[in-house]
């Protein structure tokens, strides 16, 4: 039985501006970190503005923690020919949340779509390779809600199981945001739900 991934590997900050250059055309290559559609528009009406005198913006993006949500966009260059070969640089540096730009200034000198591929592919791959890639896990959070006395239990599971607590309320009742590993979630939710006095809730994203 196969056993579903809860890592996956992202960028935590916008990379270095890549160049790459092919018979006098200059290819921008950037990569950032985003979670949704509309940090995709913004990077790219900002690279937009950033080369105004650019003939072309190719792109492709990965989103989701399953790697489920992508797009490529050629830009008006031959069908196939620019995002389709940055969109697989994503899939080869295996990395999700994140949007990858190249730029095109056209220098002339028609490239054909064989050379076309190979210069957004380089461009992508470069820009990828000027971020830094990190690790993460793909976490479950739940609540937690108990009475003072219970707060030493608690705190003793939390410490044994390296449980990382998001959020904490101290009032009358206690209340604990925790994160935990999504292959450890199951186990750590029967924990609490056999521990006595405490009631355990699973929360959505």
């Known amino acids: 039985m196969e056993i579903e991934k809860d890592t996956y590997k992202t960028i935590k900050k916008p990379g270095e501006e890549a160049l790459y250059k092919e018979k006098g055309s200059k ?5 950032f ?6 940090q995709v528009k913004e990077h790219i009406e900002d690279l937009k503005k950033k080369h105004h005198s ?14 489920e949500h992508y797009r490529a966009n ?11 070969p940055i969109y697989g640089q994503l899939q080869s540096f295996d ?4 949007l990858v730009i190249v730029v095109r200034y056209f220098g002339g000198t028609k490239l054909g779509v064989g050379g076309l591929i190979q210069a957004y592919k380089t461009s992508a791959q470069m820009a990828l390779e000027a971020s830094k890639i990190v690790q993460r896990t793909i976490n479950e959070t739940f609540s937690l809600k108990f009475e003072y006395p219970e707060m030493n239990i ?3 599971i939390i410490n044994d199981e390296n449980i990382s607590v998001v959020n904490r309320k101290m009032e009358l009742q206690c209340e604990f945001e925790i994160s ?5 979630a199951e186990r750590i939710f029967e924990v609490f739900e056999n521990t006595y006095k405490v009631l355990i809730k699973r929360i959505e994203d």
């Open 95 to 98: 990395v999700t949340n994140v």
């Open 74 to 84: 050629d830009d008006g260059e031959p069908s196939n020919s620019a995002g389709m």
């Open 27 to 31: 290819f921008f290559g950037y990569a």
């Open 33 to 38: 970190p985003v979670t949704t559609e509309d």
């Open 54 to 67: 650019a003939r072309h913006w190719c792109y492709a993006w990965q989103i989701g923690k399953s790697y």
């Open 180 to 184: 935990v590993r999504q292959k450890d």
């Open 154 to 156: 608690v705190m003793r």
